[in-house]
């Protein structure tokens, strides 16, 4: 309809344009979620994949960086204070990214993307101190919805938030003693792959960032709800109702992951089994209650004392940055004699040492059915993450012990090829078994 200068055609215009701003920016209420690619750092899909290095490189660098992420966890939980913790990110201490644009015009960044972490934050112009990125820095001067926080605001009494000059909050967050983010509190319009757009989300301007995360990473989006208003997942509460989920793709697969929020994240159909979730006040991490494991069909004894032990609280964390899963000491012990008793082929070692269980490939090599008995929730693992190929013609047990820590970690290997879904307000942890590959 072509806008003549007239009151009434002037008024419709403006009302057909307004309409389709709403539509634009609330649609992911309307059109029930946002589902979105989320894809692995060693995925074909990410910038940061490297042809060069070889299947069996990319599984060491990730077992490795596992191990290193376990020790970052276990560094926050025995921290007197965890008041400026903005989740476990250390140097390429991550997995898994997603795309989205800050700002109007909005501007493609590429984030971590972490149920390990608080805050959401992206380096920005002016940067004193910053690591290198492939995509241009976000310049908040350029963007006309970008608006600082200012002192008196409930965003700055957040932990992370301090009045700086100017009567701006500032923040100070850190992820162990080799990262940190300081910068500028700021609301902006943050836009997802569709054109679905969030106004006035409260995130970090990091002005002095560091710590290499990534050459391709231009920060972070954490998805970890602490007891801070700061969280996205908090900020889009009306929006999402404390729901999302994810569903991972084997690790060879061609097909990137998908993450969903919202009424899209959903996770329901007959074969779902759902576990409570629980939340320490002081910390960022999303906890379960493990019960003990299954193996060849037979449950194993020995779980009990640590489950009791967890009380309320849980004992093992589920997140998407730590590769491996890393389970009590007790459980594990009586979980390997089992194991060892009930494959059968020919043991060999490790030769990273990093694996006590590992056997030759072929040769009549055959694993049992392992189940993980969370609280009401049975979960098979996958027998393609179980034993991996770490090297040629060798296949390792990828459970390991928590060697005396008081941390267990439920991880992303274990996690490929279940819808899992994040339901906040029903306080629950849903799994569905689901080729993630082809999800529909």
């Given at each position: 309809?072509?806008?003549?200068?007239?009151?009434?055609?002037?008024?419709?215009?403006?009302?057909?344009?307004?309409?389709?701003?709403?539509?634009?920016?609330?649609?992911?209420?309307?059109?029930?979620?946002?589902?979105?690619?989320?894809?692995?750092?060693?995925?074909?899909?990410s910038?940061?994949?490297?042809?060069?290095?070889?299947?069996?490189?990319?599984?060491?660098?990730?077992?490795?960086?596992?191990?290193?992420?376990?020790?970052?966890?276990?560094?926050?939980?025995?921290?007197?204070?965890?008041?400026?913790?903005?989740?476990?990110?250390?140097p390429?201490?991550?997995?898994?990214?997603?795309?989205?644009?800050?700002?109007?015009?909005?501007?493609?960044?590429?984030?971590?993307?972490?149920?390990?972490?608080?805050?959401?934050?992206?380096?920005?112009?002016?940067?004193?101190?910053?690591?290198?990125?492939?995509?241009?820095?976000?310049?908040?001067?350029?963007?006309?919805?970008?608006?600082?926080?200012?002192?008196?605001?409930?965003?700055?009494?957040?932990?992370?938030?301090?009045?700086?000059?100017?009567?701006?909050?500032?923040?100070?967050?850190?992820?162990?003693?080799?990262?940190?983010?300081?910068?500028?509190?700021?609301?902006?319009t943050?836009?997802?792959?569709g054109?679905?757009?969030?106004?006035?989300?409260?995130?970090?301007?990091?002005?002095?960032?560091?710590?290499?995360?990534?050459?391709?990473?231009?920060?972070?989006?954490?998805?970890?709800?602490?007891?801070d208003?700061?969280?996205?997942?908090?900020?889009?509460?009306?929006?999402?109702?404390?729901?999302?989920?994810?569903?991972?793709?084997?690790?060879?697969?061609?097909?990137?992951?998908?993450?969903?929020?919202?009424?899209?994240?959903?996770?329901?159909?007959?074969?779902?089994v759902?576990?409570?979730?629980?939340?320490?006040?002081?910390?960022?991490?999303?906890?379960?209650?493990?019960?003990?494991?299954?193996?060849?069909?037979?449950?194993?004894?020995?779980?009990?004392?640590?489950?009791?032990?967890s009380?309320?609280?849980?004992?093992?964390?589920?997140?998407?940055?730590?590769?491996?899963?890393?389970?009590?000491?007790?459980?594990?012990?009586?979980?390997?004699?089992?194991?060892?008793?009930?494959?059968?082929?020919?043991?060999?070692?490790?030769?990273?040492?990093?694996f006590?269980?590992?056997?030759?490939?072929?040769?009549?090599?055959?694993?049992?059915?392992?189940?993980?008995?969370?609280?009401?929730?049975?979960?098979?693992?996958?027998?393609?993450?179980?034993?991996?190929?770490?090297?040629?013609?060798?296949?390792?047990?990828?459970?390991?012990?928590?060697?005396?820590?008081?941390?267990?970690i439920?991880?992303?290997?274990?996690?490929?090829?279940?819808?899992?879904?994040?339901?906040?307000?029903?306080?629950?942890?849903?799994?569905?078994?689901?080729?993630?590959?082809?999800?529909?």
């Amino acid at each position: 309809m072509p806008c003549y200068h007239k009151s009434m055609s002037t008024f419709l215009c403006s009302l057909l344009l307004y309409s389709l701003y709403l539509t634009l920016t609330y649609s992911a209420e309307s059109s029930g979620g946002l589902t979105l690619d989320f894809f692995h750092r060693d995925s074909r899909h990410s910038p940061s994949y490297d042809p060069s290095i070889t299947r069996f490189q990319r599984l060491r660098r990730a077992f490795d960086r596992s191990l290193s992420r376990k020790s970052s966890l276990a560094a926050a939980l025995l921290s007197t204070s965890t008041k400026a913790f903005v989740g476990p990110i250390k140097p390429g201490q991550y997995e898994y990214l997603m795309k989205i644009k800050v700002g109007t015009p909005p501007v493609e960044q590429l984030a971590i993307t972490d149920t390990g972490s608080r805050l959401t934050w992206f380096q920005c112009k002016p940067c004193y101190d910053c690591y290198n990125q492939t995509l241009p820095l976000f310049d908040p001067s350029r963007s006309s919805t970008y608006r600082p926080v200012p002192c008196g605001s409930h965003q700055c009494d957040a932990p992370l938030g301090s009045c700086g000059s100017n009567n701006t909050c500032q923040y100070r967050g850190y992820s162990g003693p080799e990262t940190h983010s300081y910068g500028e509190l700021a609301t902006e319009t943050l836009t997802f792959d569709g054109g679905v757009s969030f106004p006035n989300l409260t995130f970090g301007c990091g002005h002095e960032n560091s710590g290499r995360l990534n050459d391709a990473a231009s920060g972070v989006v954490g998805l970890a709800v602490a007891g801070d208003s700061l969280s996205i997942i908090k900020q889009l509460k009306s929006s999402i109702r404390g729901k999302f989920s994810y569903c991972l793709t084997l690790r060879d697969s061609n097909a990137t992951s998908k993450i969903s929020f919202g009424s899209s994240a959903v996770v329901a159909g007959p074969k779902v089994v759902s576990t409570p979730l629980l939340r320490k006040p002081t910390e960022v991490f999303y906890y379960l209650i493990l019960e003990g494991f299954s193996v060849g069909g037979e449950r194993l004894g020995g779980g009990a004392k640590a489950a009791s032990k967890s009380g309320n609280e849980g004992n093992i964390i589920i997140e998407s940055g730590t590769t491996v899963s890393i389970i009590p000491d007790e459980m594990y012990g009586r979980m390997e004699a089992a194991v060892k008793e009930a494959v059968k082929g020919e043991r060999v070692e490790d030769p990273q040492k990093m694996f006590g269980l590992c056997y030759k490939k072929g040769g009549g090599f055959r694993s049992p059915a392992i189940t993980a008995h969370f609280k009401n929730a049975d979960v098979v693992l996958a027998q393609e993450s179980l034993f991996v190929e770490v090297e040629k013609g060798i296949v390792c047990f990828t459970l390991l012990p928590s060697q005396g820590q008081d941390l267990a970690i439920f991880g992303n290997l274990h996690q490929m090829n279940y819808r899992i879904g994040f339901d906040l307000e029903k306080k629950q942890v849903s799994f569905l078994p689901t080729d993630c590959s082809n999800p529909q």
